[in-house]
């Protein structure tokens, strides 16, 4: 069965400060692996998706993730932290088999200014 | 192009009752995909449809149903509520069948079993 861990309930930064939030999944194929994030009283929306190729991705907003495959680890980052980009942060991963879509328990950012 | 459509945004019933969500997807999309969002399992996978037809479905009891239709609206349905039916119910859609689609969500239904 595939599964996603967010380690991290949540992320404190300050603004400007770059952040980091943790994703590590386990399936048995290959894996596309993507993160949404989640404002108050609103749906999921889509940040950016690794499906093959360069282990760097960037997304939107200036969210960047890189695919690690040996560690089974797909951390989501950006450069310098928005007192905006405080949400809450899934990580998903799906196989190439077709598989449901599993998700993180999902970790809350907190930039502050 | 509009969102994903949800209605109602919410709903409250008692226990025992029976209740039916709605969901239009983008236009155009073709596949619909539902989850259940609580603060203590997080986001649960429940069904997946495409062209009418349901390609997975998640580890629920069977109160919970769904269906897609023609035109790729979807209804999901549970019977015999529980208080731990209480969530938020979001769909989403994607253009095809692709596994490595994004998927676009709606806003949700907030459901409250009392």
């Known amino acids: 069965a595939q599964s996603v861990a967010q380690p991290e309930d949540q992320v404190n930064v300050a603004e400007g400060n770059p952040l980091t939030v943790k994703c590590t999944y386990s399936?048995?194929?290959?894996?596309?692996l993507f993160w949404y994030v989640q404002y108050p009283n609103r749906g999921l929306q889509f940040l950016l998706k690794y499906i093959t190729g360069d282990n760097l991705v960037k997304g939107s907003y200036g969210f960047e993730a890189e695919f690690n495959k040996s560690q089974t680890s797909f951390h989501l980052k950006k450069p310098s932290a928005l007192v905006s980009d405080s949400a809450l942060y899934f990580c998903a991963v799906r196989d190439d088999a077709g598989n449901m879509l599993t998700f993180g328990g999902g970790t809350r950012l907190m930039v502050k200014p | 192009k509009a969102g994903v459509t949800q209605t109602p945004r919410y709903l409250i019933k008692t226990r025992g009752q029976q209740v039916t969500l709605s969901c239009s997807p983008i236009?155009?999309?073709?596949?619909v995909s539902w989850y259940q969002q609580t603060p203590g399992q997080g986001l649960q996978f429940l069904f997946e449809y495409f062209s009418e037809t349901q390609r997975n479905k998640g580890n629920f009891p069977g109160r919970f149903s769904g269906r897609q239709f023609s035109n790729s609206r979807s209804e999901m349905n549970v019977s015999t509520l529980e208080l731990g039916d209480s969530a938020l119910y979001l769909c989403?859609?994607?253009?095809?069948?692709?596994?490595?689609?994004?998927?676009?969500f709606g806003s949700g239904t907030q459901l409250s079993v009392l």
């Open positions: 399936v048995s194929g290959n894996p596309y």
């Open positions: 989403a859609s994607s253009p095809g069948q692709g596994f490595n689609e994004k998927l676009f």
């Open positions: 236009s155009g999309h073709r596949s």
